[in-house]
């Protein structure tokens, strides 16, 4: 074989081994699971003698578009960190009811006890079905309802509300005869739930549904998410863990685990995620992913001013962590 034929092989082959490296690096990347931690309320570090860790999974959209080994995958990341209980925030189906023996299986891989809320998802695809797969699975769900848990010889009080999207939540009869003495968690698919659970006692609300906008290159996740379909709450950490005497809360919002429509995730925030919440801890104890948020303003279309003042409140945010990093 000719010199200049042997190097040409030579050539193709290495193009073609960097192409295979470049495409198991980006298929690594689109199915990234990243682990984030945070601390708890405030309340909670005054009302427990040991922390409670907790492990936080929302939207997994069992179904065609997510990969199996995708769901498996968060669910052993779960068990890797011992959490004592795991908290789901709906939306565990896609739009169909034909991998419900699936959904109970994935969440029978769970090793610690599981609590959850219905999203929209599985309202529309249908509820009653997708409770009776999550019952089979071990899980207990909170349908507008609190119950009490026993971790460590230490009670934690849930609040769990059913789907606000579809019409469904009923904070009045999910926080019938709550003790404002134990520490509370509040479990939601939408996170704009949260304010009136906080004036409700519940200092940390959990909550999914956005998946963090998937896209969140270019700030495309604060347009889609925030400016058009109109949420305060985009992804992760909103509000105060501070004790400062009154009624003060913070909402997570979960980027999520699976997808309804696209599959594809880029950006930091977009990135799939499970979330570890350490009950107990204060804000400042551990190595958080990021600061607690402003609220995201969303401006009527129609108002110019408004709209304005919104750009221009977004610029000054985006000067201050410019000037934090430096």
Known sequence: MPVSMLRERLSEHRARRRANKELKAATRERFRIRLRRFAGHELHAEQLTQPIRVAHITDQHVGLVTPHKVQVEAVDIVNREKPDVVVLTGDFVCHSH????????????????????????????????VRRALRKGGVELLN????????????LQLVGLDDAYTGHADRDKAIKGLNAKLPTLGLSHIAEEADGLWNA?????????????QLTVARLNEWTIGRLAKHRFIHGLYGARASDGIHSGAVYVGAGIGAAV????LGDRGNREVTLFELGARPGDLSEHHDEQDVVPIPDDHDEEAARAFAKERFAQRQAKKKKKR
């Open 262 to 265: 696209m599959p594809f995730r």
């Open 98 to 129: 034909a991998w419900l023996d699936e959904l109970t299986a994935l969440m029978r891989r769970f090793e610690a006890p599981v609590y959850g809320v219905l999203g929209n998802h599985d309202h529309w695809a249908g509820a009653k079905q």
């Open 144 to 155: 507008n309802a609190n119950t009490t848990i026993t971790i460590q010889r230490q009670t």
């Open 201 to 213: 006692g519940v200092p940390l609300v959990l909550s999914g549904h956005t998946h963090a906008g």
